[in-house]
Structure formats: C-alpha cells, structure tokens
C-alpha cells in the first residue's frame, strides 16, 4: 500500500487525532461555491503518471476525473498538487449537495496495464449557490513553510514545470467594516501656524469568523501568516484575490456553556498595497 501523508497544517485529512468525549459532537463541511475554491498538496513515496479523482454523495459514485501528476526532481517523497475539481463534475453536484473525492494512483512502473491504486479519501464538502458569509482563502510563502513544500519547482508527467502553487480553501468568514487608519505628521512653525507634512491613509478590514471547530481556526491562523493571502469575499465588494496581511490577533470566542466544541472569531486585516500618501519626503 502507498504511503500518504499531508502538510501538517493542511485543511484536507487536517483532523484532529481524537474526539473530545467530554463535548458535543461536531460534523461539518468544508463549503465549495465554485470548481477552483479547493487546492492542496499530498505526499507519496511512489510516483504516478496520473490520479484518478472519484465524487462520491452519500456512498454513491458520481462523476470520475483525472489531474495531471507532479513530482520533485529531487525524488522521494513525490508531491502531487490537486489545484481545481472539474468543472463538469462539480456541476452534477446540486446545491447543499455533500460529497468527497476519492484518490486513485497510476503507478508509472506499470505502463502496460495500470491498475488504480487507493490513495485516500477527502474530508466532507459541501456544495453552496449563495457565496455570501464565506470567503475563499489562497496562500503560499516564498519558502517552505508550516508543513508546505513552496519552494522547490514541481515537473509534470511531460516534464513541463509548475506554476507557483497557492493552497486554497473556503471558510465561513467574511470582511466587514472598513476603515481607513491615518498617521499623520504635523509641525508647528514659531507664529504658531501649522504646516503638515505628511500624510498616510491606509485600509483595515475586520475579519469576522462564524463558528469552527478547533483544527479549522489553527490551520485558518497559520493560513493568515503566509507571505502572500488572497481573499475572494462578496461581501465586502472588493476585486477577486485581493492581497491582505494580519494586523491584529486571531482572537477565538470559545463558548463555555456546554463546552461547545465550535466558536466564531474574530481579527483585522490590512488590503495591501494600498498607497494613499501626501508627502515630499516619502
């Protein structure tokens, strides 16, 4: 059998290794609204010329796609990187619809008659139609980071190498209440007058989080600290993938009555380049 394993902070197999027998039960559903809301690495110690990607609803087979194969011309452990679900296949889906996606491997040692090969299951999805509320999240760092291989260039099966990869994933969150923080720097000449000098606006964005369980806040978290966050969110009207960075702490609202295992969250964040500045000397 092939080994899997999966960055540590990937949303993807991200569970947590034991069910709080003291807490309610929780069962939730990653959200998809689009074909290209889902991106992530796993790594294999064999090598496959294709993997074959089965939807399953509720045990029942549905629709069968394939997505190219990459791999490290370092060797083992080979990375492949699943970066959309087909679009034909996604359409089939109906709205509310849940459903995970099976993994088959092809292995290359076997070219004459390739048998598939069980890799792994994903964890629960669900199909949404209204995007409002949720966010979809992409993310990657100039180097490895938190568990993700970024910094080494990735081959296709025809030896053709990779774009930069974004893990990508969307969440129960949404951007609201903008305001624009000013630093501003004024001097006072000697008749009292007052003469600026320099002004610079800049735009915060809070960042409000419906209730998640424990593993879906930690791997939000590490998500926020990469070097390059893009957020997609309606709610807030701004241009698809726009660029933000942290500013204030991830701050979780654990609800203590009946130690319930879900809590909303709550953060700020900076759009990012955003260049508003009056000044000579900057």
Request: net charge negative.
């Amino acid at each position: 059998m092939p080994v899997i394993t999966f960055p540590k902070n990937s949303f993807i197999k991200g569970t947590p290794d034991c069910t709080n027998p003291c807490a309610e039960g929780v069962n939730l559903c990653l959200p998809i609204y689009d074909s290209g809301d889902l991106a992530f690495q796993f790594f294999s110690d064999t090598l496959y010329n294709y993997i074959n990607c089965v939807i399953y609803s509720n045990d029942v087979r549905l629709c069968v796609f394939n997505i190219p194969n990459t791999f490290s011309p370092e060797g083992q452990p080979y990375i492949t990187e699943f970066k959309a679900i087909d679009k034909s296949c996604f359409d089939m889906l109906t709205c509310g619809q849940c459903f995970t996606i099976k993994f088959f491997g092809c292995a290359a040692i076997d070219h004459i008659s390739p048998r598939d090969v069980f890799l792994f299951e994903t964890n629960c999805f669900e199909k949404i139609c209204d995007p409002c509320f949720t966010s979809k999240i992409s993310y990657k760092c100039n180097e490895d980071s938190f568990g993700f291989d970024y910094s080494e260039p990735l081959y296709d099966s025809e030896g053709s190498r990779t774009i930069p990869f974004f893990n990508k994933i969307r969440l129960p969150f949404y951007l609201t209440e903008p305001q624009y923080p000013l630093t501003r720097n004024v001097f006072m000449k000697s008749d009292g007058s007052r003469l600026k000098l320099s002004a610079r606006i800049a735009n915060s964005w809070e960042l409000i989080v419906d209730y998640m369980p424990r593993y879906w806040h930690e791997k939000l978290i590490v998500a926020l600290e990469h070097d390059t966050v893009l957020i997609d969110n309606i709610n807030s009207c701004l241009p698809v993938d726009t660029q933000f960075i942290q500013e204030k702490e991830y701050k979780i609202d654990w609800q203590r009555f009946l130690n319930y295992p879900t809590a909303p969250a709550s953060s700020q964040l900076m759009l990012t380049p955003y260049y508003n500045v009056n000044s000579n000397c900057l």
